[in-house]
């Protein structure tokens, strides 16, 4: 397995294991963490890239009320690809203001509310002007979180996504077999748990 030099910039995912010991005869359940590297998330042109480097100058989140008041330009196409949420996303913003004014609990509720809107991607405007700011955000809240120590754990769905991401970076790199291994595992837990 990879060196994990950071654990911040990971997603830690507990995998169960069942473990036989053929001296007593039984099966144990054991707990082995996998750690899904939090893929950067690049802007996809030149507009996206003034948005995302706004932010980051900031070291904020990717805040979707905010790009209105700093990028009025984009307040048609955002109403446009976002008035059915847009409630929810005036939520997120006032979760991200209190998690920059250092409340752990507003950044674990900006990270779930995060997971629901991210399913609602892409939008014309995120392709066309944000870029894919929902992911940069999730990766956003993780690392912020982790930096906290928080527990927190995040629906199957965004974890198969963040495996899919680390998993597209690394395809043309030498297989880490127990990574792979804790992924299908995961995987196999899944379909066990829908089916009891």
């Avoid at 008035?83 to 004014?101: C, P, Q, R, V």
Wanted: glycine share 2%; proline share 3%.
């Amino acid at each position: 397995m990879k060196l994990i030099k950071d654990k911040k910039f990971y997603y830690v995912e507990p995998v169960e294991i069942e473990i036989y010991l053929k001296n007593i005869g039984k099966v144990r359940t054991i707990i082995k963490d996998m750690y899904v590297e939090l893929i950067d998330v690049e802007p996809i042109h030149e507009k996206s890239k003034i948005i995302f480097d706004h932010f980051r100058e900031l070291d904020e989140p990717i805040d979707l009320m905010e790009i209105q008041n700093f990028f009025p330009q984009y307040i048609k196409s955002i109403y446009d690809s976002y008035y059915k949420n847009i409630d929810l996303y005036e939520k997120l913003s006032t979760y991200f203001k209190g998690g920059l004014s250092n409340s752990a609990s507003s950044w674990r509720l900006a990270l779930y509310l995060n997971e629901l809107l991210i399913k609602y991607e892409p939008t014309i405007a995120s392709t066309q002007y944000i870029g894919d700011f929902q992911t940069y955000n999730m990766n956003y809240l993780i690392i912020k979180l982790n930096e906290l120590n928080e527990k927190f754990l995040l629906e199957d769905s965004t974890v198969a996504f963040l495996i899919k991401r680390r998993n597209f970076k690394y395809q043309d790199m030498p297989l880490d077999k127990e990574f792979a291994k804790l992924v299908e595992l995961w995987h196999y837990n899944i379909k066990e748990n829908i089916l009891s």
